[in-house]
């Protein structure tokens, strides 16, 4: 008995697909490297390779406590003009008080061995507080600071020069302490090998290759 033509075709074409080779599965693609964290960042408006001055405002005296109150809040009423009330604040405080901040001065120049190592040392004062660091922080403390000192009476004056020395200083020392333990991050980050420079690729992609290149003469 003759099979139907379309029979056989098919049968034919079964026959030749259980035959033919079978294609290869795709091999896995090789895991890349994982990506290395990023660099630890300087606290804002800081710079990554220059530190901030550290705090003169400690184990003062008492005049030198408000006689260094005194510069900062000088300072705040040079610097700081969005702060609209520290001027006058300010110049009412030195009215208020200029017999107390004369003595302080007085004091204060006497706790150096010459006039130099004074003028020496307000420098570095001055320098502190106009830190752009920690402005913002600064100069509205600064500002309530002043209207306080002028109403604050004579002879309570010591006492609140020591409190509202450390709330002025208090930004600058907050960015210090941000800036120490981002430096302490960073050495932490490049003695993990973070900091190294590696190349990541795939190697089902790049091939190794027997052509040898001569260098040019």
């Not at 003169?56 to 005194?70: F, I, K, Q, V, Y």
């Not at 302080?104 to 106009?130: K, P, S």
Request: hydrophobic fraction near 45%.
């Amino acid at each position: 008995m003759l099979r139907p033509p379309l029979l056989v075709a098919l049968a034919a074409v079964a026959l030749l697909s259980g035959c033919a080779p079978r294609a290869a599965a795709p091999e896995p693609a090789a895991a890349l490297p994982p990506t290395p964290p990023a660099p630890p960042q300087p606290p804002p408006g800081g710079m990554a390779d220059q530190p901030p001055l550290p705090t003169p405002n400690r184990g003062l005296s008492p005049a030198a406590t408000l006689w260094h109150l005194r510069a900062g809040l000088n300072v705040a009423a040079l610097q700081c003009t969005q702060a609209d009330g520290i001027v006058p604040a300010y110049n009412r405080l030195l009215s208020v008080h200029s017999r107390a901040l004369a003595r302080a001065h007085e004091a204060v120049v006497d706790e150096h061995a010459n006039q130099l190592a004074y003028d020496r040392a307000m420098t570095g004062l001055y320098n502190y507080f106009a830190q752009p660091t920690g402005r913002d922080g600064f100069c509205g403390t600064a500002e309530e600071i002043a209207v306080a000192a002028a109403a604050t009476d004579t002879a309570a004056l010591p006492g609140f020069a020591a409190t509202a020395l450390a709330d002025l200083d208090r930004s600058f020392t907050a960015y210090h302490a941000a800036w120490t333990d981002y430096r302490a991050r960073l050495v932490a980050w490049r003695a993990s090998g973070s900091g190294i420079p590696r190349i990541a690729y795939d190697p089902a992609v790049f091939l190794a290759s027997d052509i040898v290149i001569a260098p040019a003469e």
